[in-house]
C-alpha cells in the first residue's frame, strides 16, 4: 500500500507543478505581448511627406518625385 500512497503524491505534486511552470509562462507571454503593444505605441513617426490619393489601392501613398 505505500508504494501507491507514494505514487499517489509524486503525482499530484507533478500536476501541481505543471500548472505552476504553464500559469508563469503564460504570465511571462502576456508581459512580453504588453511590452510589444508599448514599444509599437511609442515608436517614432515617420515622415511621408506629401500624400496623394490612389484611386486603385483606395490608400493614401507617398506623392512620386517627378523629374522635369
Do not use: C, H, K
Amino acid at each position: 500500500m505505500p508504494p501507491v500512497i507514494f505514487l499517489a503524491v509524486v503525482g499530484a505534486a507533478g500536476l501541481a507543478g505543471y500548472r505552476l511552470l504553464s500559469a508563469l509562462a503564460r504570465q511571462g507571454q502576456a508581459v512580453r505581448e504588453q511590452e510589444a503593444r508599448m514599444r509599437r505605441a511609442t515608436a517614432p513617426v515617420r515622415d511621408l511627406g506629401n500624400l496623394e490619393w490612389d484611386e486603385t489601392a483606395g490608400v493614401y501613398r507617398p506623392r512620386q518625385q517627378r523629374d522635369n
